[in-house]
């Protein structure tokens, strides 16, 4: 069993940061790829970035650039750091993980970016 408890969401101007952190429990946290997601009102569930155990990262086009993926291990932590938020950014953003073929999710947190 996992537990991933998403945190740092908000409100944020255009242009601004945030950083949403995932705080993972219940397996070895170091040896699983990681990832964010976010589901944007009326819209599908849409991959953010993900993070391998060795730390290789991958990013959403749209993301590149603006968004960094980061583990530390030693806290069973993964961030994301958003920089340059747009109003398009506003969405649920949740954790995400597979253990031994079966998908973890966290509870979400909400990201909105309005003046």
């Known amino acids: 069993q996992v537990q991933l408890v998403e945190s740092g969401g908000g409100l944020v101007q255009p242009g601004g940061s945030l950083r949403l952190s995932c705080a993972a429990s219940g397996s070895i946290f170091s040896i699983y790829a990681m990832g964010w997601y976010r589901q944007a009102p009326g819209k599908e569930r849409e991959l953010v970035a993900t993070i391998g155990n060795t730390g290789g990262t991958n990013y959403s086009g749209s993301m590149k650039g603006r968004f960094t993926i980061s583990r530390d291990n030693a806290k069973n932590t993964v961030y994301l750091q958003m920089n340059s938020l747009k109003p398009e950014d506003t969405a649920v953003y949740y954790c995400?993980?597979?253990?031994?073929?079966?998908?973890?999710w966290g509870q979400g947190t909400q990201v909105t970016v309005s003046s």
């Open positions: 995400y993980t597979v253990v031994l073929g079966s998908p973890y």
